[in-house]
């Protein structure tokens, strides 16, 4: 049975009720409706945990994907008690982890308007998030730096336009990622936009974001390493590059 993503509506949902529809072999947990993003498009699924009515956790490792992408499995650390089919929980999603995800992600997107290339890979983590670009010449990491907190400190608003797999399929340069396909196969794809009709950018992607730039908050370029002729890896990490002596 399909999930109910609820975080797809609204990412700063971290508490949620739901019903347990499936518990697999493995212990992993199905149900009807969730606030947890399940690991895709580079973004690690939520931690957390699962509060039973008698006030006891089941605590949770990342969220992931079953079989198909509309199944999200809740996946318990070793020795948690199986909830019962049909049983109410409590989701609480570990949102200090999560929101870390969000500015991370919502910078790695600033990234790509900085520079403009390819995209051939990207992964998101709580201190330091990665993307790689299809491009021959480097780039001068604090030049990169300045012009991301520029884009950070104009709080420009982050928000969502749908459109249908069918769209994308007839628009397919919105697409800036050669290798992370876009979030399609449910119908509908979600466009992340950034700034006033989308001036700043839009790209198909399933992750979750901040409403504006401004809470990013500082973030700078660690290391540009190069892979390869024509790729280069950029390292973004919260904080100023004179944390990097601290
Ligand atoms: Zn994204």
Same mark, same amino acid.
């Given at each position: 049975?399909p ?7 609204d990412?700063y949902?971290s ?14 947990i ?18 957390g ?6 006030? &006891?956790k089941?605590l949770?490792? *990342?969220?992931r994907h079953? =079989?198909?992408?509309d199944?999200i499995?809740? +996946?318990?650390? !070793? ?14 999603v ?7 995800l ?9 990234? &790509?308007?900085v520079?403009?290339? *390819?995209?051939?890979?990207a =992964?998101v983590?709580e201190?330091?998030s990665? +993307?790689?670009? !299809?491009?021959?010449?480097t780039v001068?990491k604090?030049?990169?730096?300045a ?27 919105i697409?800036?990622?050669k290798?992370?396909?876009p979030p399609?196969g449910?119908?509908r ?5 950034i700034?006033?009709?989308?001036a700043v950018d839009?790209?198909p ?7 504006e ?8 370029i ?6 390869g002729?024509?790729n ?6 919260f904080?100023t ?6």
């Amino acid at each position: 049975m399909p999930t109910k993503a609820l975080y797809r509506d609204d990412f700063y949902l971290s508490t949620a009720e739901g019903t347990v529809t499936a518990v697999h072999e493995d212990g992993a947990i199905e149900l009807d409706q969730t606030c947890f993003y399940a690991t895709s498009g580079g973004q690690p699924g939520d931690t957390g945990f699962l509060e039973r009515a008698d006030g &006891s956790k089941i605590l949770l490792g *990342p969220t992931r994907h079953g =079989a198909t992408k509309d199944i999200i499995l809740h +996946v318990p650390l !070793d020795g948690q008690s199986a909830p019962q089919l049909g049983e109410k929980l409590v989701l609480h999603v570990d949102w200090p982890r999560r929101y870390k995800l969000m500015r991370m992600h919502t910078a790695c997107h600033l990234l &790509s308007v900085v520079c403009p290339f *390819p995209i051939t890979g990207a =992964a998101v983590g709580e201190d330091e998030s990665r +993307v790689d670009f !299809d491009m021959g010449d480097t780039v001068n990491k604090d030049e990169v730096t300045a012009k991301l907190m520029s884009l950070v400190s104009e709080n420009h608003p982050v928000f969502l336009q749908w459109i249908t797999d069918e769209e994308l399929a007839a628009n397919p340069d919105i697409v800036k990622s050669k290798n992370v396909r876009p979030p399609v196969g449910l119908g509908r794809v979600s466009l992340v936009c950034i700034g006033e009709n989308s001036a700043v950018d839009s790209q198909p992607c399933g992750g979750t974001h901040v409403s504006e730039t401004q809470e990013v908050g500082a973030v700078y370029i660690a290391r540009i390493e190069k892979k390869g002729k024509e790729n280069r890896r950029l390292r973004i990490r919260f904080g100023t590059p004179d944390s990097e002596s601290a």
